[in-house]
């Protein structure tokens, strides 16, 4: 009775504070979105947008990915086909994430190292193209999979229950062969892009232009972000190998890498694009202190 307690409490512990992470990042998620749709000025840089789009996508990201969390625990199976209901979403955002890290070196690169052209290669258009093609290279990497899942799969399959994750539900062999592939070309291109837009920068940035310091400390920022996303992608791989060192301890293991691989990014994104940024800073400081007076003058009244 003692171990049923001790475990209930334990698996309770786990998802309160999952949930409150979650909650936190989305509210100031939130914040960021409603502090870039109420200023123009935000809306005709193509930074921003670039910016804001990585905001959203987290939180859907974080969003699915709690919500699978919390049902791995509390109901351990779901149904096949509410399992693809979260796990595509998931899915895509994840994939979208180094993407937009990769054009957001490009766009810090196209301003310190080519700034006469950036006006005419950077426009809000542009911008939203390239959003549009994130989405359309993330799609071609996992919609394939949706599609053979209905090509080769019984409709009991759907209808089966299963624990949700995506070598459960994607169980063919060449769905997880393309994975792999995929992930490997989509970090090998986005590494590349990284390091060339950090040297490029490196050059510019030795001329003591405060400027290119500034984009060549952010292409780092965008690295220690890909290297999260890179454990995130070999997680599987590390979960095995600390099942085979710390085999005892795998639930612990589990969730203090879904907090280091899924949590800490989404939460360090808003803190290193968002307040960096004095202008974006300014305006999102004046919404989070009105929201400060509005709950004090709420507390005055009561």
């Known amino acids: 009775m003692v171990l049923n307690y001790q475990a209930f409490v334990q698996v309770f ?32 840089n193509p930074r921003y947008i670039l910016f804001i789009h990585l905001v959203l996508n987290d939180m859907i990201q974080l969003t699915t990915s709690i919500t699978l969390f919390v049902v791995s625990y509390t109901l351990r199976t779901i149904h096949v086909y509410v399992c693809l209901l979260f796990m595509v979403p998931a899915i895509l955002t994840t994939q979208n994430t180094p993407l937009n890290l990769a054009f957001m070196a490009a766009e810090c690169y196209i301003s310190v ?21 994130i989405w359309a290279i993330s799609s071609a990497s996992v919609l394939p999979d949706v599609f053979i899942i209905f090509a080769t799969e019984q409709l009991e399959f759907f209808h089966t229950r299963v624990y949700c994750n995506r070598d459960t539900t994607f169980r063919s062999s060449y769905s997880k062969s393309k994975r792999d592939v995929s992930h490997i070309v989509l970090l090998v291109v ?113």
């Not at 786990?14 to 990042?25: D, F, Q, S």
């Not at 190292?113 to 093609?133: A, E, S």
């Not at 969730?255 to 307040?275: H, K």
């Open 13 to 44: 512990s786990k998802n309160v504070t999952v949930v409150i992470l979650g909650i936190t990042i989305n509210y100031i998620n939130a914040t960021m979105i409603y502090t870039f749709n109420r200023h123009h000025i935000f809306k005709l």
């Open 113 to 133: 190292c080519i700034p006469l052209r950036y006006n005419y290669i950077c426009t809000v258009k542009r911008t939203y193209v390239v959003i549009g093609t």
């Open 190 to 302: 986005v590494w590349l892009t990284l390091f060339y837009a950090y040297f490029r920068i490196l050059f510019v940035a030795k001329a003591a232009n405060a400027e290119a310091k500034k984009a060549r400390n952010t292409i780092l920022l965008h690295g220690c972000q890909l290297l999260l996303c890179m454990a995130l992608y070999v997680q599987p791989m590390l979960i095995q190998a600390l099942a085979l060192a710390f085999p005892a301890g795998l639930r612990y293991t589990n969730f203090l890498l879904f907090i280091t691989n899924q949590v800490l990014p989404r939460f360090a994104n808003p803190i290193i694009y968002g307040l960096r940024d004095k202008t974006f800073r300014k305006y999102f400081k004046r919404y989070l202190c009105t929201v400060k007076s509005h709950s004090k003058i709420s507390l005055k009244v009561s």
